[in-house]
């Protein structure tokens, strides 16, 4: 496995310090970041999962802990939209450049409108994928929400 993704490098380019993870990725876990999350032995609300959705149909990508859910009527209004839905896995994959399972916020193809949920911030680090399947970015979630230039609310 490589520990260099197009994530580490936007990282690294934007001169944050973070630390690299790798774990056994499990294609057949129910939920993929809560499987992260036992698998690095980190509480699973401190691993953010990378969501791509549409928001009135226009692209965008939302990041809230792996043992929670997205509001998606909360995640509309904050990006300024009525409706959001998840985005299909294809779609998602040719849009970011990455694997479902291995969807990074960081070094996406096309850079889209991204929120962070405010309670990663009740963290003072937090796991965040890091470009491919089973490699996690260990970083302040404040350096997270500048590097995305994500909005900071509740949408869970």
């Known amino acids: ?37 036992e698998a690095i032995g980190a509480d699973p609300n401190s691993v953010l999962k990378t969501l791509m959705v549409l928001v009135d149909g226009k692209p965008a990508c939302v990041v809230v802990p792996s043992d929670k859910e997205v509001n998606l009527k909360k995640l509309a209004s904050t990006l300024g939209g009525k409706a959001a839905q998840m985005m299909k896995p294809a779609d998602a994959e040719r849009l970011t450049g990455y694997h479902v399972g291995g969807i990074s916020p960081f070094g996406q193809k096309k850079r889209v409108p991204t929120v962070m949920e405010q309670s990663a911030f009740e963290h003072p680090e937090v796991f965040m994928n890091g470009g ?19 909005k900071v609310a509740a949408v869970i």
């Not at 973070?18 to 057949?28: G, K, Q, R, S, W």
């Not at 491919?132 to 994500?150: C, E, Y």
């Open 1 to 37: 496995m490589s520990k260099t993704t197009r994530a580490t490098q936007a990282l690294q380019q934007a001169g944050v310090s973070f630390t690299v993870h790798a774990y056994e990725y499990d294609p057949n876990a129910e939920r993929i970041g809560l499987q992260a999350a």
């Open 132 to 150: 491919q399947r089973g490699l996690q970015v260990k970083l302040k979630p404040s350096d997270a929400a500048k590097t995305l230039d994500a």
